[in-house]
């Protein structure tokens, strides 16, 4: 990840001085400059792939001198000369095969051309400095790093830009404050926690210096637009954003403008600011009104509209560009996003019929996986669980289904096994599960409710008290009691049993009040505790009137207590 970052700083910062060069040339300079900086890209390019793949080994005369860093005095023969132009220059030239030439431009700047062919980069360094009257310092930087040999040529840069480029070969930094000496470092050393925040704020300021140095330049738009596309990798969706909009508002005619205004749009989509994306699409139409990307920004309101969870709204807008585009190359998505959409409102049948009449429409090539699990899913909501088996247990470990799916596909063929009563099989199959999902709380209620079905109640009761231990959220925690609960009732252990029932009784708007009641009275009534059994059974009677079975079997309960109680008057009154 950090080489990935270095690299992508060094490029951008060759790019960023391309067009520096450019913007301080004459016209007449132009062409060589254009050769000069293409040359400039292929060598640092060149040069970081080298930089990174090995380490430079010393030439066979620098090994005598491998402790020290050489400490010459530079300047000696500075010189003015004159150039083509007849403007003066100075040309700093003590190293063979290392030439400075500095230069006051008309703004009052001093610009740097500089030419090095197998210099160390301590000397290139100490030679920069002294041109540019500064005295240099390092730190933290190891002696033999300032021994490896660059190979430079750039022209009328200057001195920050080109302190950037000679540094940035090997990684390293510098800090440049008036009145003190020019500090050679590490990215450790600039006050940032990883070393790949470094590299990417300085990605970000390469890119920032271009666009308020040279707000006029021709790829200031494509700036903004690499900016924001860096921005939008590393998921700073919002920052990205106001990147793209640069492009698509201050410069609605470049090339990149309608791309900028589409990825806009996306960053909104992906910020789950729904309605702002659509504003922006919305605006898009009425820019381009005849373009012919119109039918993929349709595609991206209306998928606005089903991750806003509009189903209704997105079924009629995905029908609408399917009539408008009846030969589209979307009519497969839309075609899911259709069956997907109708799945969501909970018309699984729908659902399916379209599944199936997609299935038969495209090419099985074109047929994924994904579709054969919603399939499965419709026909397993629908109840329809012999044939939603057969589905999942075709796709289970398919290509092209993702870990999810794959994941839920296997729970899917476990709980279709239990439904069926094959319990034995459903046992196996969410063990299975329970290795690939991160369930286990879940797995182990369903296997101990298989347990119970076998009448293995004291494996059952076993299991469930694990899960009863693992289950961390409550959102299982009545269930598992409850199945907990009946396990002990069914093996005649009321006194435990009771106790659970009766904590699932403490919350009236339990899903499981009814039948916490009716059983923890039944528990009672086995335990021949007959009074504490009547209050039990007295509730139950107005809460089971849509029950007739249940409430006549109450009836009798509460009678045979009365009558063991010997109150036969109340025992023959309960019976009438």
């Given at each position: 990840?950090?080489?990935k970052?270095?690299?992508e700083?060094?490029?951008?910062?060759v790019?960023?001085f391309?067009?520096?060069?450019?913007?301080?040339?004459?016209?007449?300079?132009?062409?060589?400059?254009?050769?000069?900086e293409?040359?400039?890209?292929?060598?640092?390019?060149s040069?970081?792939?080298?930089i990174y793949?090995?380490?430079?080994?010393?030439e066979?005369?620098?090994?005598?001198?491998?402790?020290?860093?050489?400490?010459?005095?530079?300047g000696?023969?500075?010189?003015?000369?004159?150039?083509?132009?007849?403007?003066v220059?100075?040309?700093?030239?003590?190293?063979?095969?290392?030439?400075?030439?500095?230069r006051?431009?008309?703004?009052?700047?001093?610009?740097?051309s500089?030419?090095?062919?197998?210099i160390?980069l301590?000397?290139?360094?100490?030679?920069?400095?002294?041109?540019?009257d500064?005295?240099?310092?390092?730190?933290?930087?190891e002696p033999q790093?300032l021994?490896?040999?660059?190979?430079l040529?750039?022209?009328?840069?200057?001195?920050?830009?080109?302190?950037?480029?000679?540094?940035?070969i090997?990684?390293?930094?510098f800090?440049?404050?008036?009145n003190?000496?020019?500090?050679?470092?590490?990215?450790?050393?600039m006050?940032?926690?990883?070393?790949?925040?470094?590299?990417?704020?300085k990605?970000?300021?390469?890119?920032r210096?271009?666009?308020?140095?040279?707000?006029?330049n021709?790829?200031?738009?494509?700036?903004?637009?690499k900016?924001?596309?860096?921005f939008?990798?590393?998921?700073?969706?919002?920052?990205?954003?106001?990147?793209?909009?640069?492009?698509?508002?201050?410069?609605?005619?470049?090339?990149?403008?309608?791309?900028s205004?589409?990825?806009?749009?996306q960053c909104?989509?992906?910020?789950?600011?729904?309605?702002k994306?659509?504003?922006?699409?919305n605006?898009?139409?009425?820019?381009?009104?005849?373009?012919?990307?119109?039918?993929?920004?349709?595609?991206?309101?209306?998928?606005s509209?089903?991750?806003?969870?509009?189903?209704?709204?997105?079924?009629?807008?995905y029908?609408?560009?399917l009539?408008m585009?009846?030969?589209?190359?979307?009519s497969?998505?839309?075609?899911?996003r259709?069956?997907l959409?109708y799945?969501?409102?909970?018309?699984?049948?729908k659902?399916?019929?379209?599944?199936?009449?997609?299935?038969?429409?495209?090419?099985?090539?074109?047929w994924?996986?994904e579709?054969?699990?919603l399939?499965g899913?419709?026909?397993?909501q629908?109840?329809?669980?012999?044939?939603?088996?057969?589905?999942?247990?075709?796709?289970?470990g398919?290509?092209?289904?993702?870990?999810?799916?794959?994941?839920?596909?296997?729970?899917r063929?476990?709980?279709?096994?239990?439904?069926?009563?094959r319990?034995?099989?459903?046992?196996?199959?969410y063990k299975?599960?329970?290795?690939?999902?991160?369930?286990?709380?879940?797995?182990?209620f369903?296997?101990?409710?298989?347990?119970r079905?076998?009448?293995?109640?004291?494996?059952a009761?076993?299991?469930?008290?694990?899960?009863?231990?693992?289950?961390?959220?409550?959102?299982?925690?009545e269930?598992?009691?409850?199945?907990?609960?009946?396990?002990?009732?069914?093996?005649?252990?009321?006194?435990?049993?009771l106790?659970?029932?009766?904590?699932?009784?403490?919350?009236?708007?339990s899903?499981?009040?009814v039948?916490?009641?009716?059983?923890?009275?039944?528990?009672?009534?086995?335990?021949?505790?007959?009074?504490?059994?009547?209050?039990?059974?007295?509730?139950l009677?107005?809460?089971?009137v849509?029950?007739t079975?249940?409430?006549?079997?109450?009836?009798?309960?509460?009678?045979?207590?009365?009558?063991?109680?010997?109150?036969?008057?109340?025992a023959?009154?309960?019976?009438?």
């Amino acid at each position: 990840m950090l080489i990935k970052y270095k690299k992508e700083a060094i490029l951008v910062l060759v790019a960023i001085f391309s067009c520096i060069g450019v913007s301080y040339c004459d016209d007449s300079e132009v062409d060589n400059v254009l050769e000069v900086e293409q040359q400039l890209l292929e060598s640092m390019q060149s040069r970081y792939n080298e930089i990174y793949s090995s380490v430079l080994k010393e030439e066979s005369h620098d090994k005598n001198n491998a402790s020290e860093i050489d400490k010459e005095k530079y300047g000696r023969y500075a010189v003015s000369e004159e150039n083509s132009s007849g403007k003066v220059v100075k040309v700093f030239k003590d190293i063979k095969g290392l030439r400075i030439v500095k230069r006051l431009h008309e703004f009052g700047i001093y610009l740097y051309s500089i030419n090095a062919n197998q210099i160390k980069l301590g000397d290139v360094l100490n030679q920069i400095a002294l041109s540019a009257d500064l005295k240099i310092e390092y730190e933290m930087i190891e002696p033999q790093f300032l021994r490896k040999r660059v190979d430079l040529s750039l022209k009328n840069i200057p001195l920050r830009d080109l302190l950037e480029i000679v540094t940035g070969i090997f990684g390293f930094d510098f800090i440049q404050k008036e009145n003190n000496p020019l500090k050679i470092t590490i990215p450790s050393n600039m006050g940032f926690e990883r070393p790949e925040d470094y590299f990417q704020n300085k990605i970000v300021k390469m890119y920032r210096t271009l666009q308020i140095k040279y707000p006029n330049n021709e790829n200031i738009p494509e700036t903004h637009y690499k900016l924001a596309n860096y921005f939008y990798s590393l998921g700073l969706k919002l920052f990205a954003s106001q990147e793209y909009m640069v492009v698509a508002e201050k410069f609605p005619k470049h090339p990149l403008a309608k791309e900028s205004l589409m990825k806009m749009g996306q960053c909104f989509m992906d910020i789950k600011d729904l309605q702002k994306a659509r504003d922006i699409y919305n605006k898009y139409i009425e820019r381009y009104p005849h373009d012919e990307a119109l039918e993929n920004v349709y595609w991206a309101i209306t998928n606005s509209w089903f991750v806003d969870g509009k189903y209704d709204i997105a079924i009629t807008l995905y029908e609408k560009i399917l009539e408008m585009y009846p030969l589209s190359g979307l009519s497969s998505k839309i075609r899911e996003r259709i069956a997907l959409s109708y799945m969501k409102t909970g018309n699984y049948s729908k659902a399916f019929d379209l599944f199936i009449a997609l299935k038969k429409r495209i090419n099985p090539v074109d047929w994924s996986a994904e579709n054969d699990f919603l399939i499965g899913e419709s026909l397993y909501q629908m109840s329809m669980i012999a044939d939603a088996f057969v589905v999942f247990t075709s796709i289970v470990g398919k290509d092209g289904l993702d870990e999810e799916k794959n994941s839920l596909a296997m729970l899917r063929v476990a709980e279709c096994l239990d439904k069926m009563d094959r319990c034995v099989e459903a046992i196996q199959a969410y063990k299975s599960w329970m290795l690939e999902a991160d369930k286990q709380t879940y797995g182990m209620f369903s296997i101990g409710k298989c347990l119970r079905r076998l009448d293995l109640y004291t494996q059952a009761i076993r299991v469930l008290n694990d899960a009863m231990v693992l289950n961390d959220t409550d959102e299982q925690d009545e269930d598992i009691k409850f199945e907990l609960a009946m396990s002990y009732y069914d093996n005649s252990q009321y006194e435990n049993a009771l106790k659970l029932f009766e904590d699932i009784l403490s919350d009236e708007s339990s899903e499981k009040f009814v039948d916490s009641n009716f059983y923890g009275a039944e528990s009672l009534f086995f335990k021949k505790d007959y009074k504490d059994a009547i209050p039990f059974y007295e509730k139950l009677v107005p809460l089971l009137v849509m029950d007739t079975n249940r409430q006549q079997h109450v009836e009798k309960r509460l009678a045979v207590c009365y009558q063991n109680l010997g109150q036969f008057s109340k025992a023959m009154e309960t019976y009438k």
